[in-house]
């Protein structure tokens, strides 16, 4: 670990492992002064402006999602706790970005901020310059908002990221029968996502240029023009394998790339590869807990005993319907979480919104999946918390994750209130006349097998679904196929132990693991990085994405990243605020 970087290695003031949001926002914004040269270093393929594939362009996500060209091989993580905490939990796929731009340039493009006791929540444990008042400048900053950006108390209009909303002339029969269900049951409509922080059914807030495009943070960021920078190096299908160390300096990393390993040295090296695999590679470096390195044969170059822990993530259950055909979203790429419910649990001690239900009108790519309708339900702020460890000094050997969603009995609580809640919406008389075949629904790994985007999955699906149309024993066949042996949904509501048996064991996340790496206190001894984002302990590492975070964000993690990049970066220019 000690060994140094070559003299003859290539030289950066800053080198950022990891071309995800993060990364990205990073390379941009610390380049913009031509006396500092940049690497930025991406496992994955490039994603230039003017040359994003059409499954990536598409506003609707589930092509670029779901395709194992897009994503990290081989990750497989462990969700709930299991029922009773006896039954054989089993690994489960776990999709993250692996492209530069990470998870924008394949997510769900929701574009939310989260709550102001979030940040609060932040500078609590001991990330100090992380409250709402101390992040919003950067919100600001990072957007342009097409409904509300003239609003300059809360949003931004110069920014390179465009954000807006689905109008509700858009939205499909479906959505806008939940709403008006909702509405009944006394959720008010309301318009900003990203405004007032209160209950009440939105129009979603993505992530969609003027055209209705996506907009990756690989394409607004990286634009042409920074990419012409002298000081801007990118390397992209080159995977940062382990930092080097001399001391308690880290002076560079080692990288392969075009098959062989290569030293680069650095100034300053920023770990950017998002919440599971920034901890990896810090575990690899020497740095977390010694007891863990110690089994694993690395060197301690720092004991850190936070790398790994403080893993968070949404815990997540859905229901859905099959639909009937005046109330589905039309033909054609079109983004399909149209709109969503905040809402408040009131279970003592949560704040305020700290539930969310998406409202889909349709639950995939394929033709079966475009008549089924679902409320995705999750908890907005959670408490349950789990770890990852190295399985194997090997960079080729993805980390163990084991989430241990549900592990607080307070998401157990909320989540199966959601579940009883969006049930009880499907059979409401206001939907009776457009949905048919209610059902418990999961992100199960036979149901991924068919979102896969193949030409096998579109024949079979464009052959079956006119059939599940017509004929309803078909259709409950198919359904009940894909439920992989789940309670029907009237056991489930009927029996308060059958629900929790069900939640325990097909619990999903958000696709939004954070907290590995968290910020906190110096003297804090589980916190791994200070509110600066330097690695406490060391010089010349820091980390920069959503391990940062000390608790989960009331929100999709995407805009909430590329804010704490903003921020990161302003401060190593030197600037405490956002220019105004």
Known sequence: MGEGVPADAPRFDVVILGGGSAGCVL????????????????????LRPGAMPPAIASPYPGRAFFNRNYTWPGLRVRMGIGYGNSAV???????????????????????????????????????????????????????????????????????????????????????????????????????????????????????????????????????DAVRRRANLTIWTEARAERLVAEGRRITGALVRRGGQVVAVGAGCVIVSMGALQSPAMLLRSGIGP??????????????????????????????????????????????????ILRWSSGLDGTVPGDMHTAINARSGWHAVAQRIASLFSWVNKSYSQGWLELQSPSPEVPPAVDFRLLSDERDLARLAEAFRMTASAFRDPGLAAIVQDVFPSTYSEKVKVLLRPTTRNDILTRLVAPVMDRAGYVRR???????????????????????????????????????????????????????AG????????????????????????????LMSAEKIAAGMRGRANAPM
């Open 290 to 339: 010694a007891g863990h390195l110690a089994a694993m044969g690395i060197p301690i170059v720092a004991e850190r005993r936070g790398v790994g822990r403080n893993l968070q993530e949404h815990p997540s259950i859905g229901v859905s319907a099959f639909l009937r055909p005046e109330a589905r979203l039309p033909g054609g790429d079109r983004y399909h979480i149209q709109a």
């Open 477 to 531: 066949k198919v359904l009940e196929m894909a439920q992989e042996g789940t309670a029907p949904l009237d056991a489930l509501l009927s029996d308060d132990a059958a629900l929790r048996a069900h939640l325990l064991t097909h619990v999903g996340g958000v696709w939004h693991p954070c907290g590995t790496c968290r910020m906190g206190d110096e003297n804090d001894p589980l916190a791994v990085c200070d509110p």
């Open 27 to 46: 390379a941009a914004r610390l380049s913009e002064d031509p006396a500092r040269r940049v690497l930025l270093v991406e496992a994955g393929q490039d």
């Open 534 to 561: 330097r690695v406490i302990g060391l010089d010349g590492l820091m980390v920069c994405d959503a391990s940062l975070m000390p608790t989960i964000p009331c929100a999709n993690l995407n805009v909430p990243v």
């Open 89 to 223: 939990r089993t690994e489960r796929p776990y999709e993250q970005a692996r492209i530069l731009g990470g998870g924008s340039s394949i997510n769900g493009i929701g574009a939310n901020r989260g709550s102001p006791w979030d940040y609060a929540e932040w500078e609590a444990a001991g990330a100090r310059g992380w409250g709402w008042e101390d992040v919003l400048p950067f919100f600001r900053m990072l957007e342009t908002d097409a409904e509300f950006g003239d609003d300059a108390t809360l949003h931004g209009r110069d920014g390179p990221f465009p954000i807006r909303r689905i109008p509700r002339t858009e939205h499909a029969g479906f959505v806008r029968a939940t709403e008006a269900v909702m509405n009944r049951r006394g959720f008010a409509s309301r318009e900003d996502q990203n405004g007032a922080w209160e209950d009440g059914v939105f129009p979603i807030a993505v992530n969609l240029d003027a055209s209705g495009r996506r907009a990756s943070v690989a394409t607004v960021y990286l634009t």
